[in-house]
Nanobody
Framework: QVQLVESGGGLVQAGGSLRLSCAASGRIVKINDMGWYRQAPGKRRELVAVITSGGSTNYEDSVKGRFSISRDNAKNTVYLQMNSLKPEDTAVYYC???????????????WGQGTQVTVSS
């Protein structure tokens, strides 16, 4: 099995910054895409940003220019630097990873437990 442990959420004023981290551990052979999703109350979970194992990135339109995703493959960790935060960024943020494990040749998708980000106006 694989575990994803997130950290770095909290309460911040509008215009402020936060950095989320997510470390993967367990029976990992290789981690392919890693990403961050978020879910606000009453809304569907949405993709915020994704990064491939080679470092290519993609962002949801509303966070482009404000958020930056990166990863440290040696540490099996993905980061989300969030700048110029807005109240509408308030949500639970979930880490996601697509992983090849020691259990077989197929890729499995794993989720973190979620971390709350609250941006006050």
């Amino acid at each position: 099995q694989v575990q994803l442990v997130e950290s770095g959420g909290g309460l911040v004023q509008a215009g402020g910054s936060l950095r989320l981290s997510c470390a993967a551990s367990g029976r990992i052979v290789k981690i392919n895409d890693m990403g961050w999703y978020r879910q606000a109350p009453g809304k569907r979970r949405e993709l915020v940003a994704v990064i491939t194992s080679g470092g290519s990135t993609n962002y949801e339109d509303s966070v482009k220019g404000r958020f930056s995703i990166s990863r440290d493959n040696a540490k099996n960790t993905v980061y989300l630097q969030m700048n110029s935060l807005k109240p509408e960024d308030t949500a639970v943020y979930y880490c996601n990873a697509r992983v090849l494990t020691t259990m077989g040749p197929f890729e499995y998708q794993y989720w973190g437990q979620g971390t709350q980000v609250t941006v006050s106006s």
